[in-house]
T-cell receptor
Framework: GENVEQHPSTLSVQEGDSAVIKCTYS??????FPWYKQELGKGPQLIID?????GEKKDQRIAVTLNKTAKHFSLHITETQPEDSAVYFC??????????FGKGTRLSVIA | DAEITQSPRHKITETGRQVTLACHQT?????MFWYRQDLGHGLRLIHY???????NKGEVSDGYSVSRSNTEDLPLTLESAASSQTSVYFC??????????FGPGTRLTVL
């Protein structure tokens, strides 16, 4: 089955700097890759996703890139703000199977 | 507004007791999922359902059961609670191949 590895497990950046979180997956048939943000005491919320027919997707300060050959995808957050501090999860699926999640990255943005 | 709710939000129980956690969604999603979240393990799939009367085991299903008698609800039952089942439990729902939406979570403590 699918296995998703996520790095780093913790990340501290200065406010205004960029943050990058990387994930690798094992199943070459996976075709949907969402990213979730989880704030303290809340459930995960989708922030951006990408499908295998696209190499990059942007939404304001957030972008995701996908390299199907290398089987990895990354989350990029530019101009980080204190409210970006949270735990971020990547996930992968073939679409007809449940999401498989990485173990999460705790991002701290230092003002 | 359509939503997904979980109850109770907090529960303390004793070893050996049967516990049922409720999950209710009003989106008319056919897919529903139960995860547990523990430090260092991320989100691990317990059980999932692709429709009424359909249930499937996930990665960590031992000691848990679910039943799906209608579209809106997927209750999770711990048949005989164990201390190892102390965790935060999240329910999620989705349409086929699309985004999963998570509930706010239930914090369960087994003493």
């Amino acid at each position: 089955g699918e296995n998703v590895e996520q790095h780093p497990s913790t990340l501290s950046v200065q406010e205004g700097d960029s943050a990058v979180i990387k994930c690798t997956y094992s199943d070459s048939a996976s075709n949907y890759f969402p990213w979730y943000k989880q704030e303290l005491g809340k459930g995960p919320q989708l922030i951006i996703d990408i499908r295998s027919n696209v190499g990059e997707k942007k939404d304001q300060r957030i972008a995701v890139t996908l390299n199907k050959t290398a089987k990895h995808f990354s989350l990029h957050i530019t101009e980080t703000q204190p409210e970006d501090s949270a735990v971020y999860f990547c996930a992968a699926t073939r679409g007809n199977t449940p999401l498989v999640f990485g173990k999460g990255t705790r991002l701290s943005v230092i003002a | 507004d359509a939503e997904i709710t979980q109850s109770p939000r907090h529960k303390i129980t004793e070893t050996g007791r049967q516990v049922t956690l409720a999950c209710h969604q009003t989106w008319n999603h056919n897919n529903m999922f139960w995860y547990r979240q523990d430090l260092g393990h991320g989100l691990r799939l317990i059980h999932y359902s692709y429709g009424v009367q359909d249930t499937n085991k996930g990665e960590v299903s031992d000691g848990y059961s679910v039943s799906r008698s209608n579209t809106e609800d997927l209750p999770l039952t711990l048949e005989s609670a164990a201390s190892s089942q102390t965790s935060v439990y999240f329910c999620a729902s989705s349409l086929t191949g699309n985004t999963q939406y998570f509930g706010p979570g239930t914090r369960l403590t087994v003493l």
